[in-house]
């Protein structure tokens, strides 16, 4: 099994930056990729960033390029999201997620491709 924990989240307002970690523990070898989601209330969970676990690759939804950063720390098995110029629609919890095997697709966006999920962490940007 794999644990995933978020933390960092809050309430900012727009225009600032917030910085997400998750960190994995658990039965992390063989780690494919991991990403963030976002769900908005009464919304469906949409993808935001994800990063391949080997080599770094990286993809974003457009509705946050250039604003949003994925990294990742291999030695500590944790993720991070730099998020900058957040807008009031940037609200969500915040999900991140694993996926221990390869697929066909380089850097999976779909949240049925991913294995294990945290409990999500609050975002809020006021306007």
């Known amino acids: 099994q794999v644990q995933l924990v978020e933390s960092g989240g809050g309430l900012v307002q727009a225009g600032g930056s917030l910085s997400l970690s998750c960190e994995a523990s658990?039965?992390?070898?063989?780690?494919?990729?991991m990403g963030w989601f976002r769900q908005a209330p009464g919304k469906e969970r949409e993808f935001v960033a994800a990063?391949?676990?080997?080599?770094?690759?990286?993809d974003y939804a457009e509705s946050v390029k250039d604003r949003f950063t994925i990294s990742r720390d291999n030695t500590k098995n944790t993720m991070y999201l730099q998020m900058n110029s957040l807008k009031p629609e940037d609200t969500a919890v915040y999900y991140c997620?694993?996926?221990?095997?390869?697929?066909?697709?380089?850097?999976?966006?779909?949240?049925?491709?991913?294995?294990?999920w945290g409990q999500g962490t609050q975002v809020t940007v006021s306007s």
């Open positions: 990063i391949r676990w080997s080599g770094g690759n990286t």
């Open positions: 997620a694993l996926r221990r095997g390869p697929t066909i697709v380089a850097v999976p966006t779909t949240p049925r491709l991913y294995d294990y």
């Open positions: 658990g039965r992390t070898f063989s780690v494919y990729a």
